[in-house]
């Protein structure tokens, strides 16, 4: 079955640099959300798109801003980076409403991992 | 303010030798109960929803149930692969809401 992607996996960068990770979602999902999760920590929720509308908002800096696309994917594209931004970056996405009985359940992917030096 | 909370924090067992994880959880109308195992360094998989008092869902060596105040991950003769962090976390009633995670409980499962 197919599952979210995430690109890049990995990512390196300097302070105040900018980085942009994309996320295409199982096909059929239209609700797309991206967690942060800090070494030993539990997913902190940023950010959540619904049929290319901002839904909710977590605790994102507004350093990061994101969108979701016409084909569904979406991009956190994130500024001025800081040392305390490396950390495991996953997307998520969920079915449309009316299609599974289980809309609620998100799917994660891979991942992508940043490192900022 | 929505809260899960873990326990343990660390889980040693035996090869054989069956447990459960617990998750309690406080929510403003709960719209889904979520395990989820997730290896270092990798995603989130998902294991199982819950939704309702009483509800029970199994797959392989795991057995999920839900009260209303919390969850059960009970796992069976385990084996050395179910070493893993099992994440529990909460859905609030409006459609398309993020999770709330619990810290997870680590599981070590020694051969």
């Known amino acids: 079955a197919a599952g979210v992607i995430q690109s890049p996996r990995h990512l390196i960068k300097e302070k105040r640099e900018t980085a942009t990770l994309k996320c295409y979602p199982i096909?059929?999902?239209?609700?797309v959300y991206w967690y942060q999760q800090g070494p030993g920590q539990d997913p902190q929720f940023l950010i959540s798109?619904?049929?290319?509308?901002?839904?909710d908002k977590g605790s994102i800096p507004d350093r990061f801003s994101a969108q979701q696309f016409s084909d569904y994917h979406s991009e956190l594209n994130m500024s001025s980076l800081e040392l305390g931004d490396s950390a495991l970056y996953f997307c998520?996405?969920?079915?449309?409403?009316?299609?599974?009985?289980?809309?609620?359940?998100?799917?994660f992917g891979p991942g992508t991992r940043l490192l900022v030096l | 303010e929505d809260q899960v909370t873990q326990s343990p924090e660390a889980l040693r067992l035996q090869e054989g030798e069956s447990s459960s994880l617990n998750c309690s959880y406080t929510?403003?109308?709960?719209?889904?109960l979520f395990w989820y195992r997730q290896d270092p360094g990798k995603g989130p998989e998902f294991l199982f929803t819950?939704?309702?008092a009483g509800e029970e869902k199994e797959k392989e060596r795991l057995k999920a149930t839900l009260t209303k105040k919390e969850s059960f991950l009970h796992i069976t003769a385990p084996k050395p692969e179910d070493s893993a962090t099992y994440l529990c976390?909460?859905?609030?009633?409006?459609?398309?809401?993020?999770?709330?995670f619990g810290k997870g409980t680590r599981l070590s499962v020694i051969a």
């Open positions: 998520a996405s969920s079915p449309q409403t009316g299609t599974s009985g289980e809309e609620e359940t998100q799917y």
């Open positions: 096909p059929r999902h239209d609700t």
């Open positions: 798109f619904y049929e290319k509308m901002q839904s």
């Open positions: 929510v403003s109308g709960l719209r889904g």
């Open positions: 819950l939704y309702s």
């Open positions: 976390a909460v859905g609030r009633p409006s459609g398309n809401t993020p999770l709330v």
